[in-house]
């Protein structure tokens, strides 16, 4: 259908000089290349098929040979740190950006309803933006997070203009995001809280509630029945989210408006894909990379060692970098810089270029034995050990220490303390002779079983060093359905990993039966987790001779993509 255009902008905003010295202070820092252009911003309004009207910034070269257009969508705002990061970068090396506030945010007209009509608005920018008289005949899109998925959903139905695509950890998939591991993810808890009261005036009182939203969280998801601690919470904002926690299936026709799997079948044109290993959103990233290589799209991947909050800190520069490179590349016609299709940072030895993920692995096994330790050879005479057995209490569940959060608490930690713990089950490796090198997806297969069929599992590798440190690498969760009776060992996939593991340290398995907050404990009595008021507690029992950790183990320099021989390595 075809939509009008509406533009109301102010007169184009003259560059002051100091926001020029800013653009290139800030563009050497992150080690950019120079500016090329000044540029103004307008401010427009683009509408929609509905009549509602969404506010944008447009960020205009003052240039006769632009190189492109970039397109961005996002609920957080048009202002710092977006617009530095996702507009002013691009616009002084002679892009047209145009930076929109999505339905009912910021300005935009409608009900903010996250991800609902994102496709549809998308898509209707589109229209508006082919439009105008400045347009540059073809576009990319660029952002993270949510900003990602405004991109899947304009991929779902790939406008022909669309030219190529930066996603920065960006879910395609928002049940994934969710319910993957079978229990809520109560990060999303506190982004509907953050997202729902984002634009309070006092700016000081947002900054105040933001840097206290995590032991809230906390303390909201502590009480029971959760959906009256959630709600009070909340207020009388996030009227959505009550029914992201009740609609707990996948198949639930209720996700279908927010999830755009079937992009990853439609994109055609090229996506860099940028994530990080302790962000939330790793797992889909690494899934959206190999869907895309399996159909032969033009993708590549990006992976550092950061958190998702960290994407607009420490891995700014990388990502700014990568996005200009990909931006010039397929807008602009330049020679690419990109030496290989993959980069990713091997945590403990650095930034390695890699022709494809996963590179070349040996599978190498480590069995949990008796005495709470890990050897590559399993334990023989079974008959008079006791397996080893933990007791989870929802009362008391075992606390999220690092890992993959939204918040700033996340990332690498030192969770030493957790080992000590009564309700986690601990077993270490001896000293390590040489490196080990993991590369990809690590896998725990526990024989399992718990006194409660309402149960829940935890697993982490982390490394401990020489001082008796240990380090989180990576983790694993997943609510179990114990009542069907299986002899097979229960099978968890760990989030990906780039890591070296140091001679001279150690590898250590940690279990327990839960992970709070970052997931809502398991009440134990199969409630619904709105409603439930009780509480009780599961035995674990983990028995060994089948319990193992299984490593894709990789040559000490990825750089040369080779299998390494994976034996020999304990002392």
């Known amino acids: 259908m075809g939509v009008s255009t509406t533009t109301t902008p102010p007169a184009p905003s003259t560059p002051r000089a100091l926001a020029r010295v800013g653009d290139g202070a800030l563009g050497r820092l992150l080690r950019l290349p120079r500016t090329t252009t000044e540029y103004a911003v307008h401010r427009v309004q683009v509408p929609m098929r509905d009549g509602v009207l969404l506010r944008a910034d447009h960020y205009a070269p ?45 300005g935009s007209g409608g009900a903010f309803e996250p991800m609902v009509n994102e496709a549809a608005d998308g898509a209707d920018t589109v229209v508006w933006l082919r439009e105008q008289p400045w347009f540059t005949g073809k576009f990319a899109t660029v952002g993270l997070s949510y900003l990602g998925f405004t991109q899947w959903a304009l991929l779902n139905d790939p406008p022909p203009e669309l030219a190529a695509a930066v996603i920065t950890v960006g879910p395609h998939d928002f049940h994934d995001a969710v319910w993957s591991t079978g229990a809520f993810t109560t990060d999303f808890l506190g982004w509907s809280d953050m997202v729902s009261r984002q634009e309070d005036p006092i700016r000081i009182r947002a900054g105040l509630r933001q840097l206290q939203a995590p032991a809230k969280v906390a303390q909201a998801a502590a009480r029971v029945p959760f959906g009256e601690s959630a709600r009070a919470l909340l207020g009388t904002g996030a009227p959505w989210f009550e029914s992201w926690v009740e609609h707990l299936d996948s198949d639930d026709p209720f996700w279908e408006r927010l999830r755009y799997g079937a992009a990853l079948d439609r994109v055609q044109v090229p996506v860099l894909l940028i994530g990080g290993w302790q962000d939330i959103f790793l797992q889909q990233t690494l899934r959206q990379y190999a869907h895309l290589r399996r159909r032969g799209v033009d993708v590549a991947l990006t992976v550092g060692p950061w958190t998702h909050p960290q994407l607009l800190g420490k891995g700014l520069g990388t990502g700014a970098r990568e996005t200009l490179d990909w931006l010039n590349t397929h807008l602009g016609g330049a020679q690419p810089q990109r030496s290989s299709r993959v980069r990713v940072y091997v945590t403990g030895q650095g930034w390695r270029n890699v022709a494809d993920w996963p590179p070349a692995a040996t599978q190498r096994a480590l069995y949990l034995r008796p005495g709470r330790y890990l050897d590559d050879i399993p334990p023989a005479d079974l008959t008079k050990v006791a397996p080893a057995t933990f007791r989870y209490d929802p009362a008391d569940p075992t606390p999220t220490t690092g890992g993959p959060l939204l918040s700033g608490k996340g990332g690498y930690r030192d969770d030493s303390a957790l080992a000590v ?76 990993i780039a890591h070296r593991f140091r001679a001279g340290s150690r590898i250590r398995v940690l279990i327990a039966g839960s992970w709070f907050p970052r997931y809502a404990r398991n009440l134990g009595t199969g409630e619904p987790l709105l409603t439930g008021r009780q509480l009780t507690p599961a035995t674990h029992t983990v028995r060994y001779g089948r319990s193992r950790v299984l490593l894709p183990v990789g040559a000490a320099d990825l750089s040369a993509n080779g299998a390494a021989d994976p034996r020999g390595d304990l002392g």
């Not at 970068?89 to 145009?98: D, I, S, T």
Request: include cysteine; glycine fraction near 8%; aromatic fraction near 10%.
């Open 62 to 106: 003052a240039t006769s040979s632009a190189v492109g257009t970039v397109l961005v969508r996002g609920p957080y705002g048009r202002g710092f740190p977006f617009s530095l990061a996702f507009a002013r970068l691009y616009a002084a090396r002679g892009y047209h950006v145009v930076v929109q506030s999505t339905r009912g945010t910021f």
């Open 421 to 496: 713990r009564d309700d986690v089950l601990a077993f270490t490796s001896a000293t390590l002779t040489h490196d080990v090198c993991v590369y990809g997806t690590p896998v725990v297969e526990l024989a399992h079983s718990s006194d409660n069929p309402h149960a829940d599992l935890f697993v982490r590798i982390s490394e401990v060093d020489a001082k008796g440190r240990s380090r989180n690498v990576t983790d694993g969760y997943r609510r179990l359905n114990t009542t069907q009776k299986s002899r097979k060992p229960v099978s968890l996939e760990l989030d990906g």
